[in-house]
């Protein structure tokens, strides 16, 4: 579905990301495993078309990617659940969500039916519907953001560092939610720093160190990794 | 009473002028970071589009400002195509002169097509009429109502509608807004097209009463920058309420202190909120 042949990113002399290479596939749930600053956002960044490619080519349902516009990315079907996640903060959370389907204005009824779905992932969002998404915890802020990301109908969600700073009785519910939007037919690309909880979870995975993939393989080979173990697991 | 009455209604048209200036403005600012300081050039093309067409077709004053509306909306949005958007990602005091170069350019080309005199518009609503014993021409009562009107449909514009919405997410969160599918053009465009249509409306309901020349723009936009400033850098509450409070400090202060000093007011205005309250009276958001 996804896939990024020798992907290489620089901002002027700097490069961040040299000859990536990633493949997912439908119905896939792969991880980006790397500590902060390994090009975990710049490969989602990239994907999503906020950031454009020097040299390789980046591959979505077959078809050549490179270059197009963020809003061209999501009306092709991807979405991404940003690092910092960057909400509208004045607006409600129903306003936010309702943002999320900008690419499906003109489809009302089908709106209405993503936003009950995404309700009915997160109740806690129903009830705080009308407040100010600024106002919210930052596990509900979190929920806002995979609910926007989602309400865009997306055939792949990438989701970046969704458990960051959370209260570990969320993390585990944050994960097993991410779980339910895949095993409900989404394409899921995650970056984390918890390895742990992210390799139970996924089908796939890849190790993300200074800009490059240095290791990919099953969840389970990674698991018992010895370097993975030392370097993200703590084993 | 009466003399305060009626600087109260003169503090409100003049207020209304400056609003609906100022919110064209802010809204630039807030959502693309420039500094307009060609928005004084839509509202002295405004000012003469409208003019002209009254006086070459003899059509109602309203198809006239309707006219006027949708050129300088059109007019806008090749400023920001041709002019702004090319600058996009060049240091920031590019765009500063360039809108600098706008203005000399079409003070220089409206002098040139409609010379340099003096003109007056001349509407049908120059018959005075008496509210609550004070006299003034109905034109001021509908600079008054037309700019609430305005403001009232493009809150609901920006709250209510997708399409407004996403003019808001952008000031709010620029990458956020990219990631959900907003067009960054499309929003420049539009925002770009509401400034010039709400700096055409300014100088068409506004010229009836200070007349029509090339350098109408110079004094209002000083004055939108104050109210912007004053408001907050971005903030439409913020422009409304500094745009009123402005109109009426003016009046006010022409009236009872002395009305050589009338222009000077709003820079005083200026240093004192900025003294007291230096991001302005609504340091955040654009509602």
Request: glycine share 10%; net charge neutral.
């Amino acid at each position: 579905m996804l896939k990024l042949t020798d992907v290489t990113v620089r901002f002027g002399a700097f490069e961040a990301l040299t000859k990536v290479n990633i493949e997912v596939k439908e119905g896939e749930l792969v991880v980006l495993l790397g500590a902060n600053g390994a090009g975990k956002s710049t490969i989602f960044n990239a994907i999503s078309g906020l950031y454009k490619p020097a040299a390789g080519e980046i591959e979505f349902i077959g078809k050549r990617v490179n270059g197009y516009s963020p809003d061209r990315m999501v009306k092709e079907g991807t979405s991404q659940c940003p690092e910092g996640k960057k909400l509208f903060p004045d607006m409600t959370v129903q306003q936010n969500l309702m943002m999320g389907g900008f690419v499906h204005r003109r489809h009302k009824d089908q709106l209405k039916t993503s936003l009950e779905e995404v309700y009915e992932l997160f109740p806690i969002l129903r009830e705080k519907k009308e407040h100010a998404a600024g106002s919210l915890s930052g596990g509900q802020q979190q929920m806002v953001a995979i609910g926007r990301a989602l309400m865009a109908r997306p055939k792949l969600i990438m989701m970046d560092e969704p458990s960051i700073g959370l209260a570990p009785l969320i993390v585990e519910q944050m994960f097993s939610i991410i779980r339910k939007i895949n095993e409900s037919g989404t394409t899921v690309l995650l970056a984390e720093q918890n390895a742990n909880a992210a390799l139970k979870i996924a089908d796939r995975g890849y190790v993300i160190e200074n800009g490059s993939v240095v290791l990919q393989g099953s969840s389970k080979e990674l698991f018992h990794n010895d370097a993975i173990r030392q370097a993200y697991i703590g084993a | 009473m009466e003399l305060f009455l009626q600087q109260v209604f003169n503090g409100l048209t003049l207020g209304s002028v400056y609003t609906l200036v100022a919110i064209g403005l802010t809204l630039v600012f807030g959502i693309l970071h420039i500094p307009n300081f060609a928005h004084g050039a839509l509202y002295l093309i405004g000012g003469y589009v409208t003019l002209v067409v009254m006086q070459s077709t003899g059509v109602h004053y309203f198809i006239a400002i309707l006219a006027s509306i949708l050129v300088v909306a059109a007019l806008g949005v090749l400023m920001e195509r041709l002019v702004f958007n090319p600058l996009r990602n060049s240091p920031p005091i590019h765009d500063k002169i360039a809108a600098i170069g706008l203005v000399l350019f079409f003070e220089a080309l409206v002098q040139l097509i409609w010379g340099t005199e003096y003109q007056r518009m001349i509407t049908p609503f120059d018959n005075n009429i008496s509210i609550a014993g004070v006299s003034m021409t109905s034109q001021r009562i509908l600079v008054i109502v037309v700019a609430v009107v305005t403001v009232f449909l493009l809150t609901l514009f920006l709250k209510k509608t997708m399409i407004g919405a996403s003019i808001m997410a952008m000031a709010q969160n620029r990458e956020g807004a990219f990631l959900v599918g907003i067009n960054a053009n499309a929003v420049a465009m539009m925002t770009f097209a509401i400034s010039g249509a709400l700096a055409a409306l300014a100088a068409s309901l506004a010229s009836p009463i200070n007349l029509v020349f090339p350098a109408m723009g110079h004094l209002v936009i000083l004055k939108a920058f104050v109210v912007v400033i004053i408001g907050g850098m971005g903030s439409i509450p913020g422009a409304i309420v500094a745009g009123l409070l402005l109109g009426m400090t003016e009046s006010m202060g022409a009236t009872y202190i002395s009305n050589d000093y009338k222009d000077m007011i709003a820079f005083l205005l200026l240093i004192v909120i900025m003294t007291v309250r230096p991001k302005g009276l609504f340091a955040k958001g654009v509602y």
